[in-house]
Structures are given as C-alpha cells and as structure tokens.
Nanobody, 125 residues
Framework: QVQLVESGGGLVQAGGSLRLSCAAS????????LAWFRQAPGKARDFVAT????????YYGHAAKDRFTISTDKSKNTVYLQMNSLKPEDTAVYYC??????????????????WGQGTQVTVSS
C-alpha cells in the first residue's frame, strides 16, 4: 500500500502563487508515476499534471501549461506542484495520485491506484 498526504492549499488572490506538496509513504517503490488532479464542485475530476519518479517524464493538462510546474524530490518521496498566475477558475480540491502502471493513458484517473485526501485551493478575484 501507498499513502499520499497533500498539503499547501489555501486561499490566494488572483495572480498569486501556491506550492502544493504530496508526501508519499509505504511501498512507493511499486509506483512509477505521480500526478495531480483537481475537482471543482459539481464537476468531474480533471487531470493537471503528471511526472515519473525519476522526473524525466512530465505531461501537463491544458489549464496547467505555462503556469504550473510539477517536480519530485525522490529523497523525500515528495511531489510538488508549483502554481503561478492563479485564476479563480483554478479553485478546486487538488488531489495527488500514484500509479503502478508503466503504460496507459496518464490523464485518466482510473489508471491511478492510490489517492490522497485532497487539499482545497481557493482563488479569489
């Protein structure tokens, strides 16, 4: 089993920045890829970004490109999401996820095996 704990969410004004962290514990060596998803009230869970543990493979969702950066610190078993130029439409609960798979669609939530509890990000206008 792998446990994921997110932190770093909060309230920020439009144009501001936040850095989310996700600390992984347990059998992390069984996972290959980590990702961030987000879910706004009444909406589906959307893909934000993903990264391999090695850090050499990253993909971003449309809303995250050019504003968000995903990174890992393998020594700390932690994945980060640096979010800049935040907009009110970025308001959502942000979830960290981990996958054991080495293939499959990286933006599909069903391909991730472990999930954190989420951290709320609220961007005021």
């Amino acid at each position: 089993q792998v446990q994921l704990v997110e932190s770093g969410g909060g309230l920020v004004q439009a144009g501001g920045s936040l850095r989310l962290s996700c600390a992984a514990s347990g059998r992390t060596s069984t996972t290959n890829r980590l990702a961030w998803f987000r879910q706004a009230p009444g909406k589906a869970r959307d893909f934000v970004a993903t990264i391999s543990w090695s850090g050499n493979s990253t993909y971003y969702g449309h809303a995250a490109k050019d504003r968000f950066t995903i990174s890992t610190d393998k020594s700390k078993n932690t994945v980060y999401l640096q979010m800049n130029s935040l907009k009110p439409e970025d308001t959502a609960v942000y979830y960290c996820a981990a996958s054991r798979r080495y293939s499959g669609t990286y933006f599909y939530p069903g391909n991730y095996d472990y999930w954190g509890q989420g951290t709320q990000v609220t961007v005021s206008s």
